[in-house]
T-cell receptor
Framework: DAGVIQSPRHEVTEMGQEVTLRCKPISGHDYLFWYRQTMMRGLELLIYFNNNVPIDDSGMPEDRFSAKMPNASFSTLKIQPSEPRDSAVYFC???????????FGEGSWLTVV | DQQVKQNSPSLSVQEGRISILNCDYTNSMFDYFLWYKKYPAEGPTFLISISSIKDKNEDGRFTVFLNKSAKHLSLHIVPSQPGDSAVYFCAARISGSARQLTFGSGTQLTVLP
């Protein structure tokens, strides 16, 4: 079975540009999470969805960040406009309501110059 | 306010010896704890977990200990192998709530041959 699939794996963009990160969760999972990894904060939860509905977006740093989940097999995290301090690895993860663990994708490495 | 803390950013251990990674938490509502392992350029992968009704869980070379009164857990790896070199994240969640995990900042384990 395919795991969580993220794209792009690497993105280098200029400050001010829009960035869109994509995620395909594991089929059948009803939870989807967006995490960000930085040296200073480790892995921090940005937002999560249950059955495609955003449940908690309190971790989203500011209004420049937005996330959508139009269907059970696809989610996007958008940053507009991007800033150098957004440079980080962004992970998508999915899980089942009946399970105790969540499964991560390989991450999207974002560099904003 | 970090609810899950890993105070050691790095740890070096000789091959064959025991590795002990530590984690502290502040939220007494946490009742399920997990350890994830992360190799460079990959997403975190689940390693082992423990429910708050237990104080020890063992899986091969990996054992997790939970001390609820001290709000402390530890991961023991014995014997340590060079392939264990990775970043280890401690995570916690509240049962009955959503599946989001709160992560620590990680500990880089290096096992020296």
């Amino acid at each position: 079975d395919a795991g969580v699939i993220q794209s792009p794996r690497h993105e280098v963009t200029e400050m001010g540009q829009e960035v869109t990160l994509r995620c395909k969760p594991i089929s059948g999972h009803d939870y989807l999470f967006w995490y960000r990894q930085t040296m200073m904060r480790g892995l921090e939860l940005l937002i999560y969805f249950n059955n495609n509905v955003p449940i908690d977006d309190s971790g989203m740093p500011e209004d420049r960040f937005s996330a959508k989940m139009p269907n059970a097999s696809f989610s996007t995290l958008k940053i507009q406009p991007s800033e150098p301090r957004d440079s980080a690895v962004y992970f998508c993860a999915s899980g089942e309501s009946s399970g105790n663990t969540i499964y991560f994708g390989e991450g999207s490495w974002l560099t904003v110059v | 306010d970090q609810q899950v803390k890993q105070n050691s950013p790095s740890l070096s251990v000789q091959e064959g010896r025991i590795s002990i990674l530590n984690c502290d938490y502040t939220n007494s509502m946490f009742d399920y704890f997990l350890w994830y392992k992360k190799y460079p350029a990959e997403g975190p992968t689940f390693l082992i977990s423990i429910s708050s009704i237990k104080d020890k869980n063992e899986d091969g070379r990996f054992t997790v200990f939970l001390n609820k009164s001290a709000k402390h857990l530890s991961l023991h790896i014995v014997p340590s192998q060079p392939g264990d070199s990775a970043v280890y994240f401690c995570a916690a969640r509240i049962s009955g709530s959503a599946r989001q995990l709160t992560f620590g900042s990680g500990t880089q384990l290096t096992v020296l041959p």
